[in-house]
């Protein structure tokens, strides 16, 4: 008798073992070409990080091998210093590496008010409040002059701004470029402090600040937006802060915080919160019977050759 077989007959054992072997095989090739996917997005991966990573230190390079250029005109103490009238006593641009240069003595009976001061600074802010006023009237009656002196020692401390460094280059911008509009605008960075922590301004509101206390050159605004003198920011803060200060009659080793104020060399050792009759009497003081009895006008701004 015939046999017939079925068509769903078990295949035999060498059917099975060379069934085996091509699933066998075709899971190698899957395996080995996902291994090479996995290989080259890995390879490009690295290739891309590696190129940020070239780009960043291009960058570093660039920036740090970069020449620091002149300070700003006006400041070549460190400070920009008002005198009668509210006009800028006017010095040559900072050579770049150069100390600063002490100012010349006021007349006798006018007396010499600096401030160290750092735009993110609650305290100078508070001080600025209690103070600016009368500092105004005495500039204004001729019986004082007074030398800011920015420095950026809170750049950290702004959300990653740099809000310290941008204003303390404004105000540079500001004395450099359109120096009569100075003593307004040190006022408004002042009235518009920002809390430390915070973003601050940006380049648009200093620019508008500026413009409202009577810089509006174009050349304030590029000034400000390309931060053109954050390098030397930077150097007059170091300066501050590793000393010593040019200034005259007095040795200060270094500047520990701000503000830091100096009126005719003496250093005002200020209580916190601030009285305004606190540093009326201290300038009283140290101004001595001449400054109340017989003030001269302040130095009048000669141009610098």
Request: charged share 25%.
């Amino acid at each position: 008798m015939n046999e017939h077989r079925s068509g769903h007959e078990r295949p035999s054992k060498n059917q099975r073992r060379a069934e085996a072997r091509e699933k066998a095989r075709q899971l190698r090739e899957e395996q080995q070409k996902k291994e090479r996917r996995n290989r080259w997005l890995l390879q490009g991966g690295v290739a891309f990080a590696a190129i940020a990573i070239v780009a960043v230190i291009a960058l570093v390079l660039v920036n740090s091998v970069r020449p620091d250029g002149p300070g700003p005109r006006n400041m070549a103490s460190d400070g920009i210093r008002i005198g009668a009238e509210f006009q800028v006593v006017p010095t040559a641009s900072l050579p770049a590496g150069r100390d600063p240069l002490v100012s010349e003595a006021n007349p006798p009976g006018v007396v010499d008010i600096q401030i160290v001061v750092d735009y993110l600074c609650p305290i100078c802010g508070e001080f600025e409040a209690t103070n600016g006023a009368f500092i105004e009237t005495l500039i204004a009656s001729g019986a004082a002059t007074v030398e800011y002196r920015p420095i950026a020692i809170l750049t950290s401390r702004s959300a990653g701004t740099e809000y310290s460094l941008r204003a303390a280059n404004a105000a540079a911008c500001v004395a450099d470029r359109d120096p009569a509009a100075f003593f307004d605008f040190n006022a408004s960075l002042f009235a518009e402090q920002p809390e430390e922590g915070t973003p601050g301004l940006d380049d648009e509101r200093l620019i508008e600040l500026a413009g409202e206390a009577g810089a509006t050159a174009p050349t304030v605004e590029r000034c400000i937006r390309d931060r053109t003198f954050a390098s030397w920011v930077r150097d007059a803060t170091d300066r501050a802060l590793t000393g010593p200060l040019a200034i005259r009659d007095i040795a200060v080793d270094r500047v520990e915080g701000t503000p830091t104020i100096f009126v005719n060399g003496l250093r005002f050792e200020y209580r916190y919160p601030f009285e305004q009759e606190d540093f009326a009497q201290f300038v009283l003081q140290a101004a001595g019977d001449e400054f109340s009895t017989n003030p001269t006008p302040s130095p009048t701004p000669t141009p610098t050759p």
